[in-house]
């Protein structure tokens, strides 16, 4: 069966990150929604997205082919439905899609014309952004149980102490001596050739990507990701950075996610609750206001290739879009829009030609080059957000 993920109605919830990828490609637990459903399937995807995604995210059509609503995550019973679901059958929870069977020949679907299956167990999905971090926990816990099962972990180095080995799974490659790892709370994994540098403390859950970094010294709380290629240093709480991504030095985050090729300032610090203990809110770009979150911790949502200067403070529930530039003393208002350079003191517009400047030598160093098609994606980011920018 040929398989196909769509964004389905909370894409436009999910930005800042959904202007660069489809739902499919957000990372949550220890793999992207995408890797999740092809390891449960076993098949590959491919994506029904924005137009403007979709020469990098392109769609196979085939003559009979099943549509799943990427803001589900998979798990045993909703992908054996899946797996059985046939011509003019669809499956939703309320009123909601979470998959149908379709063939290249229909134009358009009725789900009026269709069998209604209905799903009525339990499943995790990401509704909003804050879903990322806050469903974190449960995620690693899934993925850490498919990833690992029939499997041996590498042998935990004996200068390493432990609590909990049971609940650690290293993969071939990674390297890691003199550290403290506390898997009582959550399982622990670290991922194929990543590093956890001497003196760190983790606690879990806690993914370590492929090819990513914990630093020196660093103290790390779960539910935490760290995706691949990226890095974490100082205090990280409860976060999500996807790929390529920096926190290299001293400061806090916490209850955060971080797109991909983001690089946060040494020292710099996010608040996670406010002072008066309030519900956090967050700008909505569905309502163009502050939407309420539902949550008394949350910190700082930053959009792909965005970066901040050292010592930058980032208020309780901040939004940043992307390719953003932030830097200065004072607290820099709690929504940045894409392509801003400045800081508390103001902002102007960051011209796509600097911004793609930066981002060819950032991606250059990690030897992934910077092509027409991601310029191409991020000069309709540029000209979609220019709405929110003081020009």
């Known amino acids: 069966m040929n398989y196909i993920l769509f964004d389905g109605p909370a894409r436009n919830a999910l930005l800042p990150f959904t202007f660069t990828r489809p739902v499919a490609d957000i990372l949550i637990g220890i793999m992207t929604i995408r890797q999740k459903w092809e390891m449960h399937l076993g098949s590959t995807t491919t994506t029904l997205t924005e137009d403007y995604l979709s020469e990098k995210f392109p769609m196979v059509e085939l003559e009979e082919n099943v549509m799943i609503n990427a803001s ?4 045993a019973i909703l992908v054996e439905m ?10 939703f929870r309320a009123d909601e899609v979470i998959a149908f069977y379709t063939t290249e020949e229909q134009e358009e679907v009725d789900f009026d014309s269709y069998e209604i299956i209905e799903f009525q ?3 995790l999905t ?17 993925d850490f149980e498919i990833l690992t099962e029939d499997r041996r972990s590498q042998p935990i180095p004996k200068s390493v102490n432990v609590i909990a080995s049971e609940n650690i799974f290293i993969e071939e490659g990674a390297k890691l001596e003199f550290v403290t790892l506390n898997a009582s709370t959550g399982p622990i994994y670290i991922g194929k050739d990543s590093e956890i540098m001497e003196g760190s403390v983790i606690r879990g859950p806690f993914a370590l990507c492929e090819n990513a970094t914990v630093k020196m010294a660093a103290k790390v709380y779960g539910a935490t990701t760290v995706g691949p290629h990226s890095r974490i240093g100082g205090e990280v709480n409860n976060s999500v950075l996807f790929g390529y991504s920096n926190k290299g030095h001293d400061g806090f985050l916490g209850n955060s996610v971080l797109g991909e090729w983001c690089n946060i300032g040494a020292d710099t610090n996010n608040s996670n609750l406010k002072n008066n203990y309030e519900e956090v ?8 206001g502050f939407a309420k979150t539902g949550l008394q911790f949350c910190g700082l949502m930053m959009g792909d290739h965005s970066k901040c200067g050292i010592n930058t403070m980032f208020n309780t529930g901040t939004v940043v879009g992307v390719s953003a530039n932030i830097f200065g003393s004072g607290f820099p208002r709690n929504f940045v829009p894409s392509f801003s350079w400045g800081g508390a003191s103001g902002f102007t517009t960051y011209i796509t030609k600097k911004a793609f400047e930066t981002a060819r030598l950032v991606m ?16 309709h980011v540029f000209e979609e957000t220019k709405k929110w920018r003081k020009e």
């Open 121 to 123: 167990d339990d499943c």
């Open 126 to 142: 990401i509704q909003n952004t804050w879903d990322i971090f806050s469903k974190n926990d449960a995620a690693i816990r899934e």
């Open 82 to 91: 899946i797996s059985n679901l046939e011509p003019n059958q669809a499956i």
């Open 281 to 288: 809110k967050l700008w909505s770009y569905e309502t163009e």
């Open 72 to 75: 589900f995550l998979p798990n």
């Open 364 to 379: 250059s160093r990690r030897n992934v080059a910077f092509d027409e098609r991601e310029a191409a994606i991020l000069e």
